[in-house]
């Protein structure tokens, strides 16, 4: 028999001034089941929390109505007082009196009706609700992560700095991402490797993070706290742990003309090779695709050479499982290159570049050393050409939104090229400018007004080679649409920041929600910008959407300080409001038909498969089980389970039922 | 005869809704006392059986709000629910249960006055088309003595 104690708060006058609460008491209390009912001025105060207590402990209540204000307000607390007197807290619920009822209704006889009718239905709630522990997780407290650019990096350190293990995994033989690319950063045109490389290096000294570079996720199991991930360490054919990193292997390769990656095709590297001479770990690796004696079978000089004998051509990937609690996503994204734009001659002419092939001849280590020279003849262009948004705000490209950095690093370009170039002309075809940012829309000023930079409002519709020239044909809108033709000697393309190839993929791994166009989703645009969907998967960078480098490390800050609030407990303890499969004795187990619709329905991949077994080890039944380390307590799967067998903790079926029924019919 | 009290209930989610009828109180906006909120953690909780079960009861309207769209706690809750009622709805539509008596709306927890707005006219609506007597006649339960309003 259930022995509710019905508390009603006078509020002050907050609730008394619309509700007579003497009357709610009396009334409430001849229901069935109500062991005490009384009103009280302050409920929430200390000698109303202690007048509940003492009721539990007299009267052996076993629920507790508090009828004062929204629940969303004073829950804890209530809660928190029922369990000091020994009552499960989630055996006391509250009735909203107050918000949903004194302020705004007059003071009537309906009103105090409708607070009859509101007390009814919780206590008829709690008659319902089951006494539920909080769930405990452990956390494993190892942060995983995914990809080594700068917002991988900044998190690495971060997690690490805050005295938490990190395995730092990145694809490439070394860390540094795209900002190693880049010659200078705006707004303040500090140079990029400078900043950048006493990070990385710091990251592969730093005690508490594991580097593993030319390595991938290869399966992820688990949830928060518990993660279980594979790694893919692809074979370097390289001893890492004998190899000095002397690049004696790199000069005596006779495979020179690879086109390098970190230099964007404009220069050339080795089979075996170090992508860039700054790179962290500065050791070489092996390309098996373009390497002679992997393709062809024979040659292994760079074994012959090699003073420590670290070349080992027998090496195989390897994978490793570890264990973590958090995974920081970081995979950064990529640009399409000049062979998406038919307008812009398909990739087909040299001096047609990307803007990240324009930092690389801007840069002091890359191909040309800093000097801006086209790629075709090596002469110093002297009418260059910017075209901002080349993809980017165009729906007939698949890319209707803006890249964000593109207005910015323009600018920069026709900077440098102004300062490198004396004497230069240069063009910059543009939309619109969004120079949002501290310091940014100076930047462009500047650009414009003191390196005078000509800036042309409308698109570029096609670029065409003609007597050793680049003719850009374009449109001035501001001048009334006016056809603009230019003779240029270099063309650079801002080309669209794109998801990286493979990010569907790895979402699809580690059940991260993505957009159209692939870029990982947050789990709230504005409040949740560095969590996903998955608890305790946490993005940073320009994996979420195109971002600059202050925003990636941020957002990398952001998620290091999330994954260290995550480790600042032992064990997770989460509200044990979440879905349950019944079970029942078996033959039948569980009402559960195992349609896995739920499966379907969760947001969260919260739902698996679980199979029951006979003493045979036969499968007998497979029904859905709720993995409660990743249940968030929707509801979802409960509305559409067809044979109601899945409910969730304090909104059960019976509770609902029992609220709606009371709700409608007085006693 | 007294003027027709019309009973409402409204089927709201934990996060938005709720929260926009807390809004409603802390900002003092008045509305009509017709109405007995139930609380869900979110609307893709909401079973239509229970929209069912109110009319059984007794109930005369229904309104079920949740966040808007893309903004659900729990991401796509609130879709289901949509998804949802467009069934739901054509199938009372089908067997004869006015769907006027059901209001389904998006209330965040910023829009208090949208709430005592959307209480208000659904109060006025229910009052024009009068008590739920058709479903009350072809529900098995006997009806019981009408005692408050």
């Known amino acids: ?667 | 005869m007294a003027e027709f009290e019309p009973k409402i209930v409204a089927f709201v989610c934990n996060w938005c809704t709720y929260a926009g009828a807390d809004l409603t109180g802390t900002s003092r906006i008045k509305y009509a006392t017709n109405v007995r909120i139930v609380r869900f953690p979110c609307t893709g909780r909401i079973d239509y059986m229970l929209l069912l079960k109110a009319f059984d009861e007794g109930a005369d309207g229904i309104i079920v709000s949740g966040c808007h769209p893309n903004d659900c706690h729990y991401t796509s809750g609130n879709f289901h629910a949509r998804r949802r009622w467009m069934t739901f709805r054509s199938m009372c539509d089908f067997m004869g249960i006015d769907t006027r008596r059901i209001k389904f709306s998006w209330v965040s927890a910023a829009e208090g006055a949208k709430w005592a707005d959307i209480v208000n006219t659904t109060v006025a609506s229910i009052r024009e088309i009068g008590p739920y007597d058709e479903y009350k006649k072809v529900a098995k339960k006997p009806v019981k003595e009408e005692n408050h309003g």
């Not at chain 1, 190892?142 to 690490?160: H, P, R």
């Not at chain 1, 690319?181 to 707004?187: D, G, I, K, N, V």
């Not at chain 1, 998967?537 to 941020?554: N, T």
């Not at chain 1, 077994?613 to 249940?631: M, Y």
């Open chain 1, 1 to 667: 028999m259930a022995k509710i104690g019905v508390f009603i708060c006078h509020c002050g006058e907050n609730i008394s001034a619309t509700v007579d609460c003497a009357k709610v008491a009396e009334v409430v209390g001849k229901y069935d089941g109500v062991a005490i009912s009384v009103d009280y001025k302050y409920m929430c105060s200390d000698p109303g929390q202690t007048l509940i207590k003492k009721a539990i402990v007299e009267k052996g209540l076993t629920g507790v109505v508090v009828a004062s204000c929204s629940p969303r307000m004073h829950e804890p607390t209530f809660r928190k007082a029922c369990a000091e007197a020994g009552l499960n807290p989630y055996m006391c619920e509250m009735a909203n009196l107050r918000e949903h009822c004194s302020w705004v209704h007059e003071k009537s006889e309906a009103t105090t009706q409708k607070a009859i009718d509101l007390v009814r239905t919780i206590v008829e709630k709690v008659k319902h609700n089951q006494s539920l522990n909080a769930i405990k997780v452990p956390v494993t407290k190892t942060a995983l992560v995914i990809g080594g650019g700068i917002a991988g990096i900044q998190a690495s350190l971060d997690i690490a700095n805050s005295g938490h293990k990190v395995i730092l995994i990145e694809k490439d033989p070394s860390i540094g991402g795209h900002m190693s690319q880049l010659s200078e950063t705006f707004p303040t045109l500090d140079c990029s490797q400078c900043i950048l490389t006493p990070r990385m290096v710091e990251v592969a000294q730093h005690p508490n993070i594991a580097l593993y570079t030319y390595a991938e996720l290869e399966s992820i199991d688990g949830f928060i706290g518990n993660f279980k991930v594979k790694i893919r360490k692809k074979a370097k054919s390289v001893d890492e742990k004998i190899c000095t990193g002397c690049g004696l292997c790199t000069t005596k390769c006779p495979n020179k003309k690879i086109p390098s990656e970190f230099n964007e095709g404009l220069g050339n590297r080795t089979a075996i090779y170090v992508p860039f001479p700054q790179a962290v770990p500065n050791k070489p690796v092996i390309d098996k695709t373009l390497c002679t004696y992997y393709t062809k079978g024979k040659c292994k000089i760079c074994e012959k050479f090699c003073p420590t004998h670290a070349i080992k051509f027998d090496q195989e990937d390897e994978i490793i499982e570890v264990p973590v609690g958090a995974i920081v996503l970081a995979t950064g994204f990529t640009v399409k290159k000049t062979n998406f734009f038919p307008e812009y001659g398909y990739g087909k002419h040299p001096d047609i570049v990307t803007g990240l092939q324009f930092e690389r001849l801007a840069s002091a280590s890359g191909p040309t050393l800093g000097e801006i020279r086209r790629p075709s003849d090596g002469k110093i262009p002297e009418t260059i050409v910017f075209v901002a948004c080349a993809g980017s705000r165009d729906e007939a490209k698949g890319i209707p939104y803006c890249s964000k950095i593109c207005c910015m690093y323009t600018a920069k370009h026709a900077m440098l090229y102004q300062h490198k170039v004396h004497g230069g002309k240069s063009y910059v075809f543009y939309m619109d400018i969004r120079a949002g940012g501290k310091n940014y829309d100076e930047f462009v000023r500047r650009a414009i007004e003191e390196d005078g930079v000509n800036y042309i409002r409308g698109r570029v519709s096609r670029v065409y080679e003609k007597n050793g020239k680049l003719i850009v044909k374009g449109a001035d809108t501001l001048l009334g649409a006016t056809p603009v033709e230019i003779e240029a000697d270099m063309v650079v393309l801002a080309t669209a920041g794109v998801a990286n190839e493979g990010a569907e993929e790895l979402a699809q791994k580690l059940h991260v929600s993505y957009d159209p166009y692939h870029f990982f989703a947050e789990a709230h645009p504005k409040l949740k910008p560095v969590e996903t969907n998955t608890a305790g998967i946490f993005l940073a960078g320009a994996c979420q959407a195109p971002r600059d480098i202050p925003e990636s490390v941020a957002m990398a800050s952001g998620a290091a300080a999330k994954v260290a609030g995550l480790f600042s407990q032992d064990e997770l303890t989460r509200e044990p409001l979440i879905a349950v499969v019944n079970r029942q004795a078996p033959p039948v187990f569980s009402s559960c038909v195992g349609c896995f619709l739920c499966m379907s329905a969760c947001p969260y991949h919260a739902i698996e498969k679980e199979e029951i077994k006979n003493r045979q080890g036969e499968v007998i039944k497979t029904v859905a089980k709720v993995n409660p380390g990743l249940c968030q307590g929707c509801g979802t799967c409960v509305a559409f389970c067809r044979t109601k067998s899945i409910d969730i903790q304090g909104y059960t079926h019976e509770e609902v039922y029992s609220e709606v029924m009371a709700l409608l019919n007085d006693y």
